[in-house]
């Protein structure tokens, strides 16, 4: 008898994806129909060359911004439709964001800043009621990326690959169901990215974080499971690599 084994499940959709934006008089179209499915546990690349659209598509599958045109689904359920309270629910919960600029406040020491979006999440008291396994949960996310040494530290004081190490562990410390990362290793150098991407596919093997990651680095690309090209705001081609 031949064994089957059913498809991971689609975690997030974009579904005929339609994107514009003005410049002066003109519009600009950035995306034009563009559908894309993420499986669950997956981490896929995008890439593409500047202004392919591949930025504008991370931004709206994790609800940064709406599409003119078509709908995101979370698990099946559109979401992109949903009240701006509930949107950023999700963008709190579910989803972790990972960027080029690494968006640390400059004010706050490492821990600080890994513990910012459970700040957000928590009502001032929730927070209070719960700060020492809050603070655990940081310090074993802190741990994992490699910057227990840097607890005190603040970002000034940290090197380029130790202040994304930080950002990703301050995206992850809430938990999330999906990892977006906007150019992760775009201001690293080759060694220092390579780091970087060996710690999310360890994320991704260890704990089934799916991760969608937008680059324009065919190497960086290439270390994915899937790799999607964008080429004029639509998908050109998809690439799977071999287990």
Known sequence: MTETFAAPAVHLE???LDKSYRNGTDEVAVLRGVNLQVRKGEFLSLI??????????????????????????????????????TRDELRNRVF????????????LTLI???????????????????????????????????????????PSQLSGGEMQRAAIARSLVAQPELLLADEPTGNLDVNTGNGIIDLLEKL?????????MVTH??????RARRLVRLSQGRVDRIHERAA
């Open 217 to 222: 680095d065919e190497g960086i690309a290439q």
């Open 14 to 16: 974009a579904v005929a």
């Open 96 to 107: 972790g964001f990972v960027f080029q600029f690494y968006h640390l406040l400059p004010e």
């Open 48 to 85: 593409g060359q500047s202004g392919s659209g591949k930025s504008t598509l991370l931004h709206l599958l994790g609800l940064l911004d709406s599409p003119d045109i078509g709908e995101i689904r979370l698990e099946g359920k559109r979401i992109d439709h949903l009240p701006a309270k």
């Open 112 to 154: 600080e800043n890994v513990l910012s979006p459970l700040m957000i999440r928590y009502s001032a008291w929730d927070y209070w009621t719960q700060r020492r396994e809050l603070r655990e949960r940081a310090l074993r996310m802190i741990e994992q990326v490699g910057l227990s040494h840097r607890l005190k530290h603040r």
């Open 204 to 212: 991704n093997e260890d704990h089934r974080l799916t991760i969608l």
